[in-house]
């Protein structure tokens, strides 16, 4: 995955601290706006399985 490409990335090479950043944030950006996206169907979601009718 691109986290693991990452951590290779910084065993090979000297370490760019603000280029390594970058990349994490760059990877996470997906993963927060589905995040933002999906929030109010998971909070749905769950609280329907948690509420009895």
Do not use: C, N, S
């Not at 065993?11 to 760059?26: C, E, N, S, Y």
């Not at 996206?37 to 609280?47: F, K, N, P, T």
């Amino acid at each position: 995955t691109f986290q693991l490409t990452l951590m290779e990335f910084v065993k090979l090479h000297r370490i760019d601290w603000g280029a390594l950043t970058a990349a994490m944030v760059i990877g996470m950006a997906p993963v927060l706006f589905f995040l933002v996206v999906a929030q109010r169907y998971l909070i749905a979601g769950l609280l329907g399985g948690a509420i009895k009718r």
